[in-house]
C-alpha cells in the first residue's frame, strides 16, 4: 500500500499515542478464592499480547521511518526542512535588530556630550565617568532590516509551499505486515 509523507506523519504519531497506551502489566494479584496458576497464566497471557502488540507497532513505527527516511532524501525535503530552520534563525535575528532605537542626530549627542564636559558637578556612576549611551544605527538601518525580514519570510513562505508540495506529491511504499498491523489499530 502507498500513502503520501502527510499521511506518513499522521500515522508515527497515532502510533506513537496508542504505544502510550498499551501497559505491561508484570503482576497479578492473588487471593485465597483463586486458583493461581490460572491467575498467574491469564495474566501471563495478557502481558505477551501487550509485548507483542507493542513489538508490532514498534516495528511498524520504524518500518515507516525509514521509509520517510528514503523518500526525504529522494524528495529533498531535509534540505527544504534545514533551510527553513535556517530562514527562522535569520528572520528572528533581523526582527531583533529592526525593534532597536535609532540614533539620535549628531547634533543631539554633540549636545548632551557637551554637556557632560562642562557640568561642573563630578558625576561618577558604579563603572566610572558617566556616559552616554547611543544606538549605531539611523533610520535607513532600520528599515534595511525590516526589508530583509520581509524578504525572509516571503522565501519561507515560497519554501514551504514546496514542502508541502513534496509531502503531498512523494509517496512510501508499505509492507504488507505493516499495513496489517495499522489496519489491525484503526490507522489505515
Do not use: C, W
Amino acid at each position: 500500500m502507498k500513502i503520501t509523507l502527510r499521511k506518513a506523519n499522521a500515522i508515527q504519531t497515532g502510533i506513537n499515542d496508542i504505544l502510550k497506551t498499551v501497559e505491561f502489566h508484570t503482576t497479578a494479584k492473588l487471593n485465597e478464592f483463586e486458583d493461581p496458576e490460572a491467575k498467574l497464566g491469564q495474566a501471563h497471557a495478557e502481558f505477551l499480547q501487550a509485548l507483542s502488540r507493542k513489538e508490532e507497532l514498534t516495528s511498524a513505527l520504524f518500518d515507516i521511518r525509514k521509509a520517510v527516511g528514503r523518500a526525504n532524501l529522494a524528495a529533498n525535503v531535509d534540505q527544504m526542512l534545514a533551510e527553513i530552520a535556517f530562514l527562522d534563525k535569520m528572520i528572528s535575528m533581523y526582527q531583533g535588530l529592526a525593534k532597536l532605537e535609532v540614533r539620535e542626530a549628531p547634533a543631539v549627542l554633540r549636545g548632551r556630550l557637551e554637556k557632560m564636559r562642562n557640568s561642573k558637578e563630578e558625576r561618577y556612576s558604579l563603572y566610572g565617568r558617566d556616559e552616554i549611551n547611543s544606538s549605531v544605527f539611523d533610520q535607513q538601518d532600520l528599515d534595511s532590516f525590516a526589508t530583509k525580514v520581509a524578504e525572509l519570510k516571503r522565501t519561507k513562505v515560497n519554501l514551504q509551499d514546496d514542502l508541502l508540495e513534496a509531502n503531498v506529491r512523494t509517496e512510501i511504499e508499505l509492507n504488507p505486515v505493516t499495513t496489517e498491523v495499522l489496519k489491525s489499530v484503526g490507522l489505515l
